[in-house]
């Protein structure tokens, strides 16, 4: 049979399973020239030769891992984020285009501040698999870069990722602030946003897969949020930034968290590409002498 042939049987079975169409086509493709070590131009011009010996195997492995709805970055052991590869396994929330907006707030915001006199200090509380602390850490030249995480396995991912992208950060275990230094300019999360019911509903790439304390966090999906403003009521300098991921309905809300919390002020929540509200922005007061 022709790699072609593999993979359109095996973006049948992909169909069958649930998996729509366009995503099944793409997933297919993606896992053949995983199996083949080929790029995309190479499994376009090859695609109607005889199958490589070994490939049926490899192949057919990988399908029946996304058949189970395994998530491909799992199957394929990364995912991309701000144009770089991050190492991502299961035990480590798989990083989302959305969040990638915290990466644009943050490098617009430090393009208006200048050069100062110290490095600008950041920290990434939950850090996972480290994409925004390490992708903020290779944007920001001289930028000192902090991680936290509860999770000893994302720690050592994200240290893994930061070793093979090059990039400086100092990761501490532990919840929210962890043992960082304080105070710091810009304090960066994605924290656990999803609501105990809602929990039960999302597709099961998600709700099988991924850890649910990256995911979950109370009825409300607010309980995480809550303890970030906390958090940055605290760990930011005067002028500092908080950027902040949060899920779809929950903007009002977290618009009045941010009011209700004296020492920082409430500035707005960037739309996401698909006009949800998403990362929502705030700074901690100026001293008044």
Same mark, same amino acid.
């Given at each position: ?10 973006? =049948?079975?992909?169909? !069958?399973?649930?998996?729509? =169409?366009?995503?099944? !086509? ?12 080929? @790029?995309?131009? &190479? ?55 959305? &969040?990638e907006f915290i990466i644009e707030e943050a490098l617009a915001w430090a393009a208006t501040r200048g050069p100062g006199p110290a490095p600008l200090r ?10 925004? !602390? ?6 920001? =030249? ?9 999770s000893p396995e994302a720690l050592e991912i994200a240290r893994e990722n930061a070793r093979r992208l090059g990039a400086t950060v100092t990761c501490h ?11 710091? @300019? ?14 039960? &509903? ?16 109370? @009825? ?31 903007? =009002? ?7 209700? &919390? ?8 960037? @739309? ?18």
């Amino acid at each position: 049979m022709t790699v072609h042939a593999f993979v359109r049987h095996a973006r =049948a079975q992909l169909v !069958a399973a649930g998996i729509p =169409a366009e995503e099944a !086509a793409m997933d297919a493709d993606l896992l053949a020239r995983h199996a083949l070590g080929w @790029d995309l131009p &190479t499994l376009v011009a090859r695609s109607t030769e005889e199958a490589p010996v070994g490939f049926e195997g490899r192949f057919q492995g990988l399908v029946e891992r996304r058949l189970r709805r395994e998530p491909m970055a799992y199957i394929r052991g990364t995912q991309e984020f701000w144009g770089r590869d991050f190492l991502v396994r299961p035990g480590v929330l798989i990083p989302r285009p959305e &969040t990638e907006f915290i990466i644009e707030e943050a490098l617009a915001w430090a393009a208006t501040r200048g050069p100062g006199p110290a490095p600008l200090r950041i920290l990434d509380i939950g850090t996972g698999s480290g994409c925004l !602390a390490i992708t903020l850490a290779l944007e920001l =030249a001289g930028a000192r870069v902090a991680a936290t995480d509860v999770s000893p396995e994302a720690l050592e991912i994200a240290r893994e990722n930061a070793r093979r992208l090059g990039a400086t950060v100092t990761c501490h275990l532990g919840s929210y602030l962890g043992d960082a230094d304080l105070p710091v @300019d810009l304090l960066v999360s994605n924290p656990p946003y999803v609501t105990t019911s809602d929990y039960e &509903t999302i597709q099961p790439e998600v709700r099988d897969f991924e850890p649910i304390t990256a995911l979950v966090s109370g @009825d409300d999906g607010l309980d995480a949020i809550r303890e970030v403003v906390r958090a940055a009521s605290t760990a930011l300098a005067p002028g500092g930034l908080l950027l902040m991921e949060i899920g779809y309905g929950q903007a =009002a809300e977290v618009e009045r968290l941010i009011a209700d &919390t004296r020492e920082i002020t409430f500035l707005r929540i960037a @739309d996401d590409l698909q006009g949800v509200p998403r990362i929502a922005k705030a700074a901690r007061r100026q001293l008044v002498r």
